[in-house]
């Protein structure tokens, strides 16, 4: 699912740090967190995967960004015909509410009940 031609995307359009608190390590690291849990849970890894990248893929800033979840979610709408075309709909669904749920404080109780 991740290659290196979307990183690249994203990372063309990504607004602050590349190494910053938000930034590509703070990415892998999710990633390799997800990937834990998934094996744990049983959580879909291609949507743990893409997560990993989308989720602060469209901040604006390393501090308050009440926004950028759903931003993150849209970016994946954008660059999904390009880069995930066999991305199942239902598995792009799962990615997108992620994202946009990621910055809702109101629903982490929630947070990975649906990555099943």
């Not at 740090?17 to 849970?41: E, F, P």
């Not at 604006?60 to 066999?86: I, T, V």
């Not at 199942?88 to 994202?99: G, I, R, S, T, V």
Request: glycine share 6%.
């Amino acid at each position: 699912m991740i290659t290196p031609q979307l990183i690249a995307t994203i990372k063309e359009q990504f607004q602050i740090n590349w190494s910053g608190l938000h930034g590509i390590s703070h990415w892998a690291r999710v990633y390799d967190i997800g990937m834990k849990l998934s094996q744990q849970t049983g959580a879909n890894q291609n949507v743990v995967q893409l997560f990993s990248l989308f989720h602060d893929s469209r901040r604006f800033n390393e501090h308050l960004d009440p926004q950028h979840g759903p931003r993150g979610a849209e970016l994946a709408s954008q660059l999904r015909k390009a880069h995930l075309p066999l991305l199942p709909d239902k598995e792009f669904d799962l990615l997108h509410m992620a994202c946009c749920l990621h910055t809702q404080a109101a629903t982490q109780k929630y947070h990975g009940a649906n990555l099943f």
